[in-house]
DNA sequence: CGGAAGTTTGAATTCGATCAAGATGGGTGG
DNA sequence: CCACCCATCTTGATCGAATTCAAACTTCCG
């Protein structure tokens, strides 16, 4: 039997152990395939999914999965779990790119050029399930297997885009507090076409140095902020729970 | 005879005019086609190419060509001049998303869901010479023709996904005079590509007011900064003409 | 010569950062 | 089971990078 892992945030020792688990049910049955990159292949053809899969692999909370600078040659689905991408910059400061969220993928973006090394860090936030593909494998069979598939391949890259510009509005225009509400409604949205919101309530894993990370700010103001949308009855975030108090009201300071 | 095209900033009377104008020659002899998208093809097969585009449209400076939220049933490669993709907020302030230099293309993006109206506007910033092709068949015939044309097709969505991660790094953890850096250091390297810099001289019309659009900053502050810049001679802007002057540095300036 | 757009410079202001000190709470080890 | 530890969150005081407001200057064009 494998260890069992515990704790939401672990420590920083050993930075990049993992654990091998034996795989959960075949791909067919998998509760959030319907919403991965691959949903119309494992419509039409589950076991040709669960052939591609070669593993799943378990990580603690706060492990490095592939570093900045090394050229992956697997593919992931994010079976259970957050996970983040981070640039790093020479004196410690981070970037968060954008939260990974169940049945998201990773390496999507590099999957064209498979010797460029990434220019960022993959790093589990919370514990994390991950199913295991081979990188060329699964663009292969998969990504241009049939029409509709290179439909969600394209459109899942859209929609990656999408939230890159839409962060770049945010960090180039907005207030804090404007950028705080436009991620608050960017998770639900993500979360919500998943099953995993339910408009008003959902997890939120990330710490307020996380947030930070994502937004260009510092945790300090973060807290703040997050105070003040609380005194409002605007929106709460306490353990890792968030709640969507005055969706309107929080719908408007994000727009403007 | 068409009208002539004066000036390169232009005022803001009647927005969306444009002039029609002959087709330049066949696509084969194009100067700028190497480095477009479609450039494996044009190179097996020119004609496809030519055969494939509509016509030629020229634009005076600062015009919308698209309409955020407008869906765009053509396609375009920039045969001269330069444009920029924005957002504006609602009460006016707008952040500029990328610069589209020649040989870059439009509406790449929203190219797998045709259905989906824009979330940005794309404007000339210069006077501007377009190709226009129509949507469904440049996808059609040239995107997906031949494996060198899908990894064209991918190559070119990454590296527009790699300069979207990298202005979020900027935008969210760097200084303004970083940014500033960084941009010139991007704009330097694409033009490069196209062999329109040779390292330390390229045009560069955007104004003041539009790379504080681009960088989150105000004009005035980008103006001190540039000044900054040129008084320690590592870099200067002149009537639209860059001129970097101490590369190295400007790359510390940059990385950190 | 007059006007408009762009750039520069100065002074005052502000949003968010930085520094610092507690408070809270869960996990670990004794 | 208790005590300590460490990560996270909170709150206050101060600081600073970039904004805002304002006015002059420069160029180009009509």
Redesign the pocket.
Known sequence: MNKII????S??VSDTVELSCPPPGPCANCAIGGFSLYAPTLKENPEAISRLRKETRQFAAERTIIRENTIPTEFYTIYSGWGYIFKLLPDGRRQIIVFLLPGDTFSLWSIASPDVPLHYTFRSLTPMTLCVFDRQEILRQAVAASPAQIAAFQGTMERAHGFLTRRIVDLGRR???GRICQLILELEGRLRKKGLSDGSRFTLPA???HI?DTL??????V??T??EL?RDNIFELQ?SVATILDAAALRTIADE
Do not use: E, F
């Not at 260009?216 to 103001?221: D, I, W």
């Open positions: 515990i704790g939401m945030r420590t920083n207030s804090a507090k710490t307020q140095a930070a260009g700010l510092t945790s300090v103001y807290s703040r997050l105070a609380r353990d």
